[in-house]
Structures are given as structure tokens and as C-alpha cells.
């Protein structure tokens, strides 16, 4: 296929999630939170066989995955480009098949004998709890960067997209495409996927801050981000946009957005070019009976906004866009 058809590169950790419902027990039992994300500990080891033996729906996932299905349901087909590393066993099979039934490239890293990642995914009511076993997901090599699978694709498209969870082992490699992004006028986006992201691994996102244009968050996490670099605001989500915003960046040629999402409240789009300008977007609540689970809500919300964007929709157009396609 010719790399002229694609338009977005994706990295993040691909992983097979194992969802269970009426999950309860499982929160009590782990020490988890009904809404949250987490790396898996070694207490956590028995979780995934546990829930197993459960009636259980296997689901590609993965942050940056999610947004890549969510992107290419938008763009025309094969247009969409996601990497990871992957094992060579049945949890990568499923995920190959799933990626060629939606039209999405896969480009993954295989690791001879390793096993592919799996997410547990606690679901309680409408909220849910990730508990993430990276196993293959944190061998990625970043030599793989410049292979003759990937290469042609990064001088290619036209945007880069970074979960936030991939700078827990591979903040060289987002640093290495982003600065290129930078420096060739590539757009690169990162999304900040957790809380613990801006809580525990703020180094590595202030490494990679410089070179990104679009960063995409939700409440808890712009908070966390607020809490972890001490602004005096830790609540005010407009105020956060505008801080992040105007954060240093290599290319000053094209203004940095943040947007904010808030659940069933509202979207925050705040721009380095106009900062104090913050656009909050309301976003009409779905009922209870109309909500099945959150899980992957935020980064449905993400791929649909890239999709929008490279379609050449504004950003207002872009988060009415995705207000329409995930309402959460």
C-alpha cells in the first residue's frame, strides 16, 4: 500500500481488554477505584485469570489504539496507522483481525515469545477500572522507529498521536517523533490518559511538552496535572487549558490547544493564540438508561476529534463533531 494514503500515525501499548461486568468484588477485593486507570502490581496478578473464569467480552484496546479505531471510522479507509509491540500468541491474532475489519493499519512490533497486554476492565454500573498488565507492550524498541515498516509512514502523514501511558517506558520514542513533527510542521498530539500520567511521570511529559501542539484531557487529569506542577488554581479546567497552553514550545508557528473534557458537563478548548479566550462547550448528558459503560469514552472522543480535524473541520467543528458520535 502507498504510504501517499496516510494521513495519522498512532503510538501506543496494544493490549487485549478482558471486560467484566457486576464488578464489585473485584474493586473490594484489589484495592480499585470505580474510575480510574492503573498499572497492574503484583498483587494484581490474579485478577486476570480470576475475572476469566467469569462470563468476560474480549475487546481490542489500548488507549492509543481505541483512538486510532475512533480516527479511521471518520477517514477514508487505511488511512490510519497504529504501532505497538505486540507477543506473537492468540491476544495479538484477535487484535490484527479487529484493526483489518475497521480499516485501520496495524504496524506492530511483534516480540518473538513474549505475551501480548491485557487490561483488565472493571465494569460497575456505568463507571469502569483498568487494571494494565503491559507485558510485550513495554518492549518496545525504538530502533523500530527507523525500520523499513515504519520510516516511510513518519515522513508520510500529516499528525502523530501519543497516549499518555506509552511515556511510562517510551518517552524517547515520542520525543524523537514529536521533535521531528516540530521541526517538519507535522502536527503531534498527546493525550494524557490518566492521572498518574501527570502525577508520576512529569518529567517525561515536560520533556515532550515543547514539541506538541494538541493536548487532549479530562477533568481529573488536567487536575492532576494542576496538583503536580503547583498551579494556584487545581479546580478552574479554563485555567489549567490557558497554563498548559502557554507552556514553552519549539514551534511557534502554530498555536498549542488544550481541550479539557468534563464527562457529561462540558469540553474546555483553550488556544495559545488567543489564551484567554477559553471556549466551553456544553455537551447535552445522556440519561442512565441511555449510558452502557464509559470505557473508552475519552479516547472515542479523541479519535473522533482527530478525524475531524484532518478532515479540515475547526475546532468548534470538531468537538460539536464528536459530541454528536460520543456522548459521554
Partial sequence: ?????????????????????NGEEFLTKY??????????????????????KRDVTYVAGGAGQNASRGAAYILPPNSVVYTGCVGDDGFADQLKKANDREGLVHKYLVKKGEKTGACAVILT??????????????????????SPEIAPIIDAVKMFYFEGFFLTHGAETVLEIAKKGSETGKISVINLSAPFIPQFFGVQLSQV??????????????????????????????????????????????????????????????????????????????????IVDTNGAGDAFAGGF???????????????????????
Avoid at 475547526?314 to 459521554?328: A, G, H, P, Y
Fill in 1 to 21: 500500500m502507498s504510504t501517499s494514503t496516510y494521513q495519522l500515525f498512532c503510538v501506543g501499548n496494544p493490549l487485549l481488554d478482558i471486560q467484566v461486568t
Fill in 31 to 52: 484495592d480499585l477505584k470505580a474510575n480510574d486507570a492503573i498499572l497492574a502490581e503484583a498483587k494484581h496478578a490474579p485478577l486476570y485469570e480470576e475475572i476469566a
Fill in 125 to 146: 454500573g456505568h463507571d469502569r477500572s483498568l487494571v494494565t498488565d503491559l507485558r510485550a507492550a513495554e518492549k518496545w524498541d525504538q530502533s523500530y522507529l527507523s
Fill in 209 to 290: 511538552m515543547p514539541y506538541i501542539d494538541i493536548l487532549i484531557g479530562n477533568e481529573s487529569e488536567a487536575e492532576a496535572w494542576a496538583s503536580a506542577t503547583g498551579q494556584p488554581d487545581k479546580t478552574d479546567l479554563s485555567a489549567i487549558a490557558r497554563a498548559i497552553a502557554l507552556l514553552p514550545k519549539s514551534n511557534a508557528s502554530r498555536p498549542r490547544i488544550v481541550i479539557i473534557t468534563h464527562g457529561p458537563k462540558s469540553t474546555t478548548v483553550v488556544s495559545s493564540a488567543d489564551p484567554d479566550n477559553a471556549k466551553v462547550h456544553p455537551v447535552k448528558a445522556l440519561t442512565n438508561a441511555e
Fill in 306 to 328: 482527530l478525524g475531524g480535524y484532518l478532515s479540515g473541520k475547526n475546532l468548534d467543528e470538531c468537538v460539536e463533531l464528536i459530541k454528536l458520535l460520543v456522548n459521554f
